[in-house]
Structures are given as C-alpha cells and as structure tokens.
C-alpha cells in the first residue's frame, strides 16, 4: 500500500475515534483536511496521472506510444483506432491501481519499465459517433491529475471539441496540457497554427493557454519530438507533490494539535470516556509519524501553493 492510502486510512481511524472525544470544530477540521488528501491524491499519490484526450486521429495513441518509449497503443489509419480505455503504467505499482482501473473503467493496462512517474490513459477519440466514448472522457476527467488534449493541424479549430468539451470544462485549466501534435506537417505555418489554437483556446475561457508542439511519429526525415512536452509533465509532478506535501505537514500539525488537546483534559477522565480518549490519542500519533513521513518523503519547496 502507498504511504498516501496509509496516511488516508490512518486519517479515517483517527476521525471514528476522535468524533466524541475532541471539541466538535477541530474535529470538522480534520474531516477537511480529509477531503483534501482524498481530493488531491485521487487513486495515486506519489503519481501523476495523465489522460490522452482528443479527435480521432489526432494522434493520442502515437504521443503514448512516444511517452513510453514503445509501441503500446495501437496507432492506425482507420478511424476510430482506439475503442478502448487503455493505460500505460510503471511496473512496480500495479498493486495500487485497482480503485483507480474501476473508477475509470480501463479495459487494458499495460506496464512499461521505462514509465517512473506517470501512468498514462489512452482515451478513445470523443467527435466519433459513439456516445460511449464521451461518457468515458467525462468520467475521466473527475479522477485524473492532467489531461493532454492532442489537437492535430486539420482538426484544431472543430467546433465539437472547443463547444461540447472545452469550453465546459475552462474552470479546470490547471488539469489541462494543450498539445498540437503532427507539428511536423505545418512547417511553414507552425506558429500561425499555434496562434490560431491559442485564439480558440482563449474563445474557449482559457487565460492565456500555452500550447506545446509535438511529433509523435518519427520517419526518416523527421525525428520524434516531445521534450518539451515531457518538461511540462515533470512540472506538474513537482507542483502535485509540492501540495501533497504542505498537507502532509497540515496533517501532522493537526494530529500534534489534537493530540494535546486531548491530554489536556485526560486526568480529569474516567471509565470508557478515559478508554475513548486514550484510543484517539494513540490514533493522533500514529498519524504524526505516518504524515511526517510523508512530507519527509519530498523535496522541500519553496513555493506554498494551495491546491487543495
Ligand atoms: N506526420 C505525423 N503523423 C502522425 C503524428 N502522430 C500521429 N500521426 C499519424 O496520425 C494517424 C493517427 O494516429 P493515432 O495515434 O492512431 O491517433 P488517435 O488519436 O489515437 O486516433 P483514435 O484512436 O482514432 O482516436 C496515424 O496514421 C499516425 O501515424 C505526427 O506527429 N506526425
Ligand atoms: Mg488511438
């Protein structure tokens, strides 16, 4: 189990115990800070998950194959290639991906030794006629850190991504990764294309979208792109446990505050009440040590951003 599971569960403990024996406002703290861990960490804490979503034939399974570094997804010429949820995952944690494969409903995953951080789901595309493959790009959405939308040189501009999908969803900016793939084929015009999607983008209720370039296939004359792309991932690894970190350290206060505030009162205690608190307060403990542990686990930053 991940240190993140663990410190939730030791939270769920700690708020059963603690319900009649703490001032009934920290206590209701608590739960908040609960919400946040469940909020923040979805089904992978120390991960980041990330969604390929867009037109078909955009290019989705291509770029996970080039994130991977192997052909893990199938890539054709037919359209719609990819029917089914797929996801690509680090070998060493599929033990704690179950919560997270029901929730989204991914028919297949796929491990891949050269993936750290990242798990990746291939969506199927969401302007075919299947409305089963919208409901899945919406469920998604609720459960995964980001989102690449893959925009391609044709389909850039089509009304049913920018009005049915993007436009709803601009108050979720912060999950989303712009990506115009297939740059290979705008030489010439490549920074016309990018300023006209960001144009679009900006219609959509997105401030000041940045747009990455990709190429997800490579040939002879071309060579794969996606570094930048790749940097943009990293960062948001760093921006999650950056917030999983400062709620780690929430976490700890809270358990060290409620721990003494129990004690405060504890002689005065007698009976089951006495045996009550006694339960809480070795809970409160446990949680210090698990949530110092946890924020010990990341790299200290400077930023204290609040994404919670
Ligand atoms: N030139 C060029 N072709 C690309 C690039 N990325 C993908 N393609 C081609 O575009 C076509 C569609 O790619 P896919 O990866 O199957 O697209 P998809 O978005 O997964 O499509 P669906 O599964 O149908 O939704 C394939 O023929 C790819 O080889 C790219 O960066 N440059
Ligand atoms: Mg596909």
Same mark, same amino acid.
């Given at each position: 189990?991940?240190?993140?599971?663990?410190?939730?569960?030791?939270?769920?403990?700690?708020?059963?115990?603690?319900?009649?024996?703490?001032?009934?406002?920290?206590?209701?703290?608590?739960?908040?800070?609960?919400?946040?861990?469940?909020?923040?960490?979805?089904?992978?804490?120390? %991960?980041?998950?990330?969604?390929?979503?867009?037109?078909?034939?955009?290019?989705?399974?291509?770029?996970?194959?080039?994130?991977?570094?192997?052909?893990?997804?199938?890539?054709? %010429?037919? /359209?719609?290639?990819?029917?089914?949820?797929?996801?690509?995952?680090?070998?060493?944690?599929?033990?704690?991906?179950?919560?997270?494969?029901?929730?989204?409903?991914?028919?297949?995953?796929?491990?891949?030794?050269?993936?750290?951080?990242?798990?990746?789901?291939?969506?199927?595309?969401?302007?075919?006629?299947?409305?089963?493959?919208?409901?899945?790009?919406?469920?998604?959405?609720?459960?995964?850190?980001?989102? %690449?939308?893959?925009?391609?040189?044709?389909?850039?501009?089509? /009304?049913?991504?920018?009005?049915?999908?993007?436009?709803?969803?601009?108050?979720?900016?912060?999950?989303?990764?712009?990506?115009?793939?297939?740059?290979?084929?705008?030489?010439?015009?490549?920074?016309?294309?990018?300023?006209?999607?960001?144009?679009?983008?900006?219609?959509?209720?997105? %401030?000041?979208?940045?747009?990455?370039?990709?190429?997800?296939?490579?040939?002879?004359?071309?060579?794969?792109?996606?570094?930048?792309?790749?940097?943009?991932?990293?960062?948001?690894?760093?921006?999650?446990?950056?917030?999983?970190?400062?709620?780690?350290?929430?976490?700890?206060?809270?358990?060290?505050?409620?721990?003494?505030?129990?004690?405060?009162?504890?002689?005065?205690?007698?009976?089951?009440?006495?045996?009550?608190?006694?339960?809480?307060?070795?809970?409160?403990?446990?949680?210090?040590?698990?949530?110092?542990?946890?924020?010990?686990?990341?790299?200290?930053?400077?930023?204290?951003?609040?994404?919670?």
């Amino acid at each position: 189990m991940s240190d993140l599971s663990q410190l939730g569960d030791l939270l769920d403990v700690c708020l059963a115990r603690s319900e009649s024996v703490v001032n009934p406002d920290m206590w209701k703290e608590l739960a908040a800070l609960r919400g946040r861990l469940r909020r923040r960490t979805g089904f992978l804490g120390e %991960i980041l998950v990330v969604a390929l979503a867009g037109g078909t034939g955009s290019g989705k399974s291509s770029l996970m194959n080039a994130l991977c570094g192997v052909r893990v997804a199938e890539v054709g %010429i037919e /359209r719609p290639t990819t029917s089914r949820c797929l996801a690509a995952t680090p070998s060493d944690i599929v033990g704690d991906l179950s919560g997270f494969v029901v929730s989204l409903g991914i028919d297949e995953m796929i491990e891949v030794s050269g993936l750290d951080d990242l798990v990746l789901v291939d969506l199927p595309d969401f302007d075919s006629t299947f409305t089963d493959h919208r409901r899945i790009v919406e469920t998604v959405l609720d459960v995964v850190d980001a989102v %690449i939308w893959v925009f391609d040189p044709e389909k850039y501009s089509d /009304r049913i991504i920018h009005d049915s999908f993007l436009k709803p969803l601009r108050g979720h900016q912060d999950q989303m990764l712009f990506v115009l793939n297939q740059a290979d084929r705008l030489e010439g015009h490549l920074d016309q294309v990018k300023a006209s999607l960001r144009v679009h983008l900006r219609d959509d209720g997105f %401030i000041d979208p940045h747009v990455i370039t990709t190429v997800a296939t490579a040939s002879e004359s071309v060579d794969l792109s996606t570094d930048e792309l790749e940097s943009a991932l990293a960062e948001r690894l760093d921006i999650k446990e950056t917030a999983i970190q400062g709620l780690a350290v929430d976490i700890a206060h809270a358990a060290n505050r409620l721990w003494q505030h129990i004690d405060q009162s504890f002689d005065e205690l007698q009976g089951d009440e006495r045996h009550e608190a006694a339960l809480a307060m070795a809970s409160f403990v446990s949680l210090g040590v698990a949530a110092n542990h946890v924020a010990a686990l990341r790299p200290r930053k400077d930023t204290s951003d609040e994404l919670g």
